[in-house]
């Protein structure tokens, strides 16, 4: 098995050696592994630590573009270039990993449930609960709740609802059963690469592979006496998520276990 380790930084220098140790780490389960970075232009020292951090299999871009206004923008076109790196060098490589490169996954690893889980054939995408409890509900969407919460007027009091919804449904599940979702990410995600190569992170609000109604995805916030307001920027793993089971049925799921502790 081969895999690609990929994530985007910009001002991660606190966390950086601990994360990419973590990388280290989990690519020493795969016959082969590179990590790839993407790098936007920072105020602290990420630039020298990726410079000379000691791996061979540490790849690093230097993004000299100006960036955009949008942070998921920024972050959407650092994860898709390292999906074309994924294309053009190693398509044949089994899995790929996205992470985050910040202090979510600089705590310590428990590598035993990301074992578990290449012993498996039923997801296709894969992400994991969290200490001290499951934190990114920008990344997402699951039924009956598929939007952007920050397009949802009264955000915070929705964010409790789904918070305390997507915990209810992880601590309900039964032992080693997954949850099904519509996108998921929670800091750190395996794929599996012919699943989600042809598709792209997009930092902006699209329905293209909604293929829901709006009346159907805005109903369940309406229950709680919640409106829908659009905003333009969205969280870029929704429409890549949503477009992998557009186009690739691919299954995405939540592992109940926590692999950074």
């Not at 997954?178 to 995600?189: I, M």
Request: aromatic share 16%; hydrophobic share 35%.
């Amino acid at each position: 098995m081969k895999c690609c380790i990929c994530g985007t930084v910009k001002n991660c220098g606190p966390y950086l050696n601990k994360v990419l140790s973590n990388m280290e780490k989990i690519g020493s389960l795969f016959d082969d592994y590179k990590i790839l970075i993407y790098y936007d232009k920072s105020d602290d020292n990420t630039l020298d630590i990726l410079k000379d951090y000691p791996s061979k299999n540490l790849f690093y871009y230097v993004n000299k573009n100006p960036l955009f206004k949008l942070r998921t923008s920024n972050i959407a076109k650092g994860r898709n270039f390292c999906l074309d790196r994924i294309r053009n060098n190693y398509i044949d490589y089994d899995y790929f990993i996205m992470m985050d490169c910040d202090d979510v996954n600089c705590k310590e690893l428990d590598i035993n449930p990301i074992i578990n889980a290449l012993k498996r054939n039923d997801w296709d995408g894969l992400s994991f609960n969290t200490n001290p409890y499951y934190y990114d509900l920008y990344a997402l969407s699951i039924k009956p709740y598929f939007l952007n919460i920050y397009s949802i007027d009264k955000t915070d009091e929705i964010s409790q609802i789904i918070k305390d919804y997507i915990i209810n449904l992880l601590n309900s599940l039964e032992p080693n059963e997954l949850l099904t979702c519509a996108s998921a990410f929670n800091g750190f995600s395996i794929y599996r690469t012919n699943k989600f190569i042809d598709c792209n992170y997009n930092g902006l609000t699209t329905f293209e592979y909604v293929l829901l109604s709006f009346d159907s995805l805005i109903e369940p916030y309406k229950l709680h006496g919640f409106n829908y307001n659009f905003v333009l920027e969205d969280c870029e793993h929704r429409a890549f998520h949503f477009e992998a089971i557009t186009k690739n049925n691919a299954k995405i799921m939540i592992s109940p276990e926590k692999i950074f502790i």
